[in-house]
């Protein structure tokens, strides 16, 4: 069992930057990052797994920087260059598995969500 406390949100202007937080509770082998915004699937972000590999939406690359402390079980979304259409609910999530996947409906534990608000 696992599970997920998340961090970080907030408003931020167009540009500026923020840094989301998660801390798993048990063992996880792989963590994410997802969003979804009003009347939107939610959408794959980033995710990391043994040790430093990463792999980043699209949307996110360059701009966004995912990373993981081993010892405090606890994953980290930097995102810089922020944009209006990355407004969104972010949550962390965190599988059993040791496949990487990017599709929401593969993960067994969420976050509870932060709101990040990106402002012209």
């Known amino acids: 069992q696992v599970q997920l406390v998340e961090s970080g949100g907030g408003l931020v202007q167009a540009g500026g930057s923020l840094r989301l937080s998660c801390t798993a509770s048990?063992?996880?082998?792989?963590m994410a990052w997802f969003r979804q915004a009003p009347e939107k699937e939610r959408e794959f972000v980033a995710t990391?797994?043994?040790?430093?590999?990463?792999l980043y939406a699209d949307s996110v690359k360059g701009r966004f920087t995912i990373s993981r402390d081993n010892a405090k079980n606890t994953v980290y979304l930097q995102m810089n260059s922020l944009k209006t259409e990355d407004t969104a609910v972010y949550y962390c999530?965190?599988?059993?598995?040791?496949?990487?996947?990017?599709?929401?409906?593969?993960?067994?534990?969420w976050g509870q969500g932060t709101q990040v608000t990106v402002s012209s």
């Open positions: 999530a965190a599988s059993t598995s040791t496949l990487i996947i990017t599709t929401a409906n593969h993960y067994d534990y």
């Open positions: 048990g063992r996880a082998f792989n």
């Open positions: 990391t797994w043994s040790g430093t590999n990463t």
